[in-house]
């Protein structure tokens, strides 16, 4: 499981936590069943087709579809970290613009 670190303003979030606390999940919970409506045709609810409504009339829904994927070569993926492992580290570019 990951981790994001999302910005918004203070009224959005206001809004979004009166939401979860409405249906009595977390706001953890309702942003990540927003993100599953929104990415995950396969699922069926009218609370979830409700989202994805207000989500297409946003312009912001997914017609994402699962693919079939090719696991890459593994060689392949050790040259990229090799070559994704060098140049500034992150850390130093951030301090650098504080």
């Known amino acids: 499981m990951q981790q994001i670190t999302w ?4 009224e959005l979030v206001a809004r979004i ?7 009595r999940i977390s706001m953890n919970e309702y942003l990540t069943r927003i993100a599953q409506a929104a990415t995950d045709p396969s699922l069926s609810s009218n609370a979830i087709e409700e989202i994805r409504s207000r989500l297409r009339l946003a312009g912001l ?7 079939d994927t090719v696991r890459p070569d593994d060689d392949a993926v050790a040259a990229a970290r090799r070559r994704a492992g060098q140049g500034t580290p992150l850390s130093e570019l951030v301090r650098a613009n504080r």
């Open 61 to 67: 829904l997914s017609d994402f579809e699962a693919r």
């Open 7 to 10: 910005r918004a303003d203070d």
């Open 17 to 23: 936590k009166m939401s979860a606390q409405d249906q």
